[in-house]
């Protein structure tokens, strides 16, 4: 059974950062690229960032580009998500979501995703 298990959330300051985790089981993480994405309150999920099976290319949205940055460790069978300069707007849910063998880019068209974890940016 595949999960995804994110943690790392919080209450954080406008300009503070924070690392998300997501742990994965139950298929051989270093065959799939993984992404991010969020929901933000009363809105629908937005793509936020994603990597290649291998760790060697990413992509990210506009709206987190040169603040959030992703990666993954194939050993630990971890993908994460380091967020710096928070602003009020990443307030959201996120979550970590697993893409169909052999696809990825932006898109949210994925096969598992996590439970999700709260983010807040708030003074």
């Known amino acids: 059974e595949v999960q995804l298990v994110e943690s790392g959330g919080g209450l954080v300051q406008p300009g503070g950062s924070l690392r998300l985790s997501c742990a994965a089981s139950g298929f051989t993480f270093s065959s799939y690229a993984m992404a991010w994405v969020r929901q933000a309150p009363g809105k629908g999920l937005e793509w936020v960032s994603a990597?290649?099976?291998?760790?060697?290319?990413?992509l990210s949205a506009d709206s987190v580009k040169g603040r959030f940055f992703i990666s993954r460790d194939n050993a630990k069978n971890t993908l994460y998500l380091q967020m710096n300069s928070l602003k009020p707007e990443d307030t959201a849910v996120y979550y970590c979501?697993?893409?169909?063998?052999?696809?990825?880019?932006?898109?949210?068209?994925?096969?598992?995703w996590g439970q999700g974890t709260q983010v807040t940016v708030s003074s």
């Open positions: 990597i290649s099976n291998g760790g060697d290319s990413t």
């Open positions: 979501a697993k893409y169909p063998r052999g696809k990825w880019g932006a898109t949210t068209d994925f096969v598992s």
